[in-house]
């Protein structure tokens, strides 16, 4: 039989394509890692042909912010996008969303203790569904798994870190 695809692993291998912008050029930031969060929700999935672009969803949802590229994933419900980002101070703008191919995303941003926090200034991506999701609540840091600080920072692992 075929192996089984791991959409993560897919997503990762796919490059943006510059829709409105140039691609950036590929350099690390600041913002750079791999984020999760748990979205509580009282109502289960429910299953759509055209389900909303980045309807915040109950579960897990994974964000890789690397060398300037985006992408999330909603592992429940199979959704999945990825993008251009551009780092400046504490601005990020996401481009190249192939959910919104003209809309460039501007926030505010922190990293602090293991959070990435996200605060829409100007984003109409999916009727403003994208903002939503992204600022709703903080993202937690994945520690990389194989370095040896990680295991010495102190802290646990979350949950949908090696969640597919």
């Not at 590929?26 to 909303?52: H, M, N, Q």
Request: glycine fraction near 8%.
């Amino acid at each position: 039989g075929k192996p089984a695809v791991d959409p993560w692993n897919e997503l990762m291998h796919r490059k943006p394509y510059p829709y409105a912008t140039s691609i950036p050029v590929e350099r690390s930031t600041a913002a750079d890692g791999l984020y999760v969060k748990f979205e509580t929700k009282e109502t289960p999935l429910i299953p759509c042909r055209r389900c909303p672009d980045y309807k915040p969803e109950g579960g897990w949802w994974k964000m890789s912010l690397r060398r300037g590229v985006f992408r999330v994933f909603h592992p429940a419900s199979g959704w999945k996008s990825l993008g251009t980002f551009v780092v400046t101070g504490n601005r990020i703008v996401l481009s190249n969303d192939p959910v919104c191919p003209a809309v460039s995303g501007v926030y505010r941003w922190a990293l602090t203790e293991g959070t990435i926090h996200f605060s829409a200034v100007e984003d109409t991506c999916s009727a403003g569904l994208r903002a939503k999701n992204i600022s709703h609540m903080p993202w937690l840091s994945c520690p990389a798994p194989s370095t040896a600080n990680a295991a010495s920072d102190g802290r646990p692992r979350p949950g949908g870190c090696s969640q597919q």
